[in-house]
């Protein structure tokens, strides 16, 4: 992370340094343990859940955006947001995706439920970043994610 002398880290700033992705130990210093325990986990999940399908890329969004982890074949499945002590993660729901959301819509936990409600519809589709600082947070990622591609079954 890049900042004037003066200045110290708000909760959210992204990683900026440009000179190479952040490996596991920068993520884990700048997100912090706790987020850095859900961040292996959800990274994990993904492994196991659609093996040999994704291999995560990161992108660098300039001084504003940072560093981030996509996870995309032809379509992109989710990006993980390292933020100062904070995940995020970035999933996009698209026509199918809103749809098979809608008909659960009484199903999901009342703040994803707000969140989606309140994110602006694009022309792929709703943006829906979640913080992922709970355990229930990450089963609503995993279930999305789930909902927008089945996982490989196992065996």
Same mark, same amino acid.
């Given at each position: 992370?890049?900042? +004037? !002398?003066?200045?110290?880290? %708000?909760?959210? @700033?992204?990683?900026? $340094? ?7 130990? *920068?993520?884990?210093?700048?997100? $912090? ?8 986990? #959800? ?12 291999? +995560?890329? &990161?992108?660098?969004? $300039?001084?504003?955006? $940072? ?8 379509? *992109? #499945?989710? !990006? ?16 199918? =995706?809103? =749809?098979?959301? =809608? =008909?659960?819509?009484?199903? &999901?936990? /009342? %703040? ?14 709703? &943006? /829906? !970043? ?5 355990? @229930?947070?990450?089963? @609503?990622? !995993? ?6 591609? %089945? +996982?490989? +079954?196992?065996?």
């Amino acid at each position: 992370m890049i900042l +004037p !002398t003066n200045t110290r880290p %708000q909760i959210g @700033d992204r990683i900026t $340094g440009k000179s190479a992705p952040p490996d596991d130990g *920068a993520v884990r210093e700048w997100i $912090g343990p706790e987020a850095f325990e859900r961040w292996a986990e #959800l990274r994990n999940w993904i492994d196991e859940s659609y093996p040999g399908v994704f291999t +995560p890329d &990161w992108l660098y969004g $300039g001084r504003n955006r $940072g560093w981030s982890l996509r996870y995309k074949k032809t379509k *992109a #499945l989710c !990006t993980l947001v390292p933020g100062y002590r904070r995940l995020s993660a970035v999933v996009v729901m698209g026509g199918a =995706e809103r =749809e098979k959301f =809608e =008909e659960r819509r009484y199903v &999901w936990r /009342l %703040q994803l439920v707000k969140l989606y409600d309140e994110a602006k519809t694009y022309i792929d589709g709703k &943006w /829906l !970043t979640i913080a992922i600082s709970s355990a @229930d947070d990450l089963h @609503d990622v !995993t279930a999305l994610l789930t909902m927008k591609r %089945q +996982p490989k +079954p196992r065996g």
